[in-house]
């Protein structure tokens, strides 16, 4: 069975700066696809990254970079010169599978 | 980016009836999608449906439920017998493709109160 845990309920970070929030996960298959959703207070279900599990380059995409770490099934997500608009629940998910989430506050 | 039009954006029903939440793509799709997040909480996985059949279900769908997609566009949530605990966001979803990395593209969610 697939799970994903992510073990930070609640984050926050200053305006500016860098915030990493956890997921690890369990699988038995090779290969797979991770992502990163944002669900602002809309409640809309936005992705932000995503990687391949055969990849061994960290995806980037803007201020946005993973530390995927595959041996270990470590999946976290870095945010860079973190802004407002970034506060919102962030779920890792394992292809159909979602972690329980993680709040982030940012405070300007 | 792949679009998802959910409808109705909000239901409220009465407890025991039955709901039938509609999910239409912008263009066409294998794998169909849908998830549950009751408020607060964490996003469940329902059901993925690939090719006109149910490919992997959760323990959360049970009989409840079904799936299906009647006129080959409109994919469809059919909820009998409705209970409290039914009320949540419900998210349809869909595949995109392989350039995008088998990425989920979500709609806005239906949002489905019980009373």
């Known amino acids: 069975a697939q799970t994903v845990t992510q073990s930070q309920p609640e984050m926050s970070v200053q305006e500016a700066e860098t915030v990493t929030l956890s997921c690890t996960y369990d699988?038995?298959?090779?290969?797979?696809?991770l992502f990163w959703y944002k669900q602002p207070p809309s409640r809309q279900m936005i992705l932000v990254i995503r990687?391949?599990?055969?990849?061994?380059q960290n995806a980037t995409e803007n201020r946005f970079s993973v530390n995927f770490q595959k041996a270990a099934k470590s999946f976290s997500l870095k945010i860079s010169d973190s802004q407002l608009g970034d506060a919102a629940m962030y779920f890792c998910a394992l292809d159909m599978r979602f972690g329980a989430g993680t709040r982030l506050t940012v405070k300007p | 980016e792949p679009e998802v039009t959910q409808t109705p954006s909000h239901q409220v029903t009465q407890m025991g009836q039955e709901v039938i939440l509609r999910c239409v793509p912008i263009?066409?799709?294998?794998?169909f999608y849908w998830y549950r997040q009751i408020l607060g909480q964490k996003v469940e996985f329902l059901v993925s449906?690939?090719?006109?059949?149910?490919?992997?279900k959760s323990e959360i769908f049970d009989d409840q439920f079904s799936v299906e997609r009647p006129d080959g566009s409109n994919f469809t949530l059919k909820i009998r017998s409705t209970k409290l605990e039914d009320s949540a966001m419900y998210f349809c979803a869909i595949d995109g493709t392989e350039s995008s990395g088998n990425t989920i593209y979500f709609g806005e969610g239906s949002w489905l109160t019980v009373v």
């Open positions: 990687q391949e599990a055969y990849k061994q």
């Open positions: 699988t038995s298959e090779s290969d797979y696809y």
């Open positions: 263009s066409n799709h294998l794998y």
């Open positions: 449906f690939y090719n006109n059949e149910i490919s992997e």
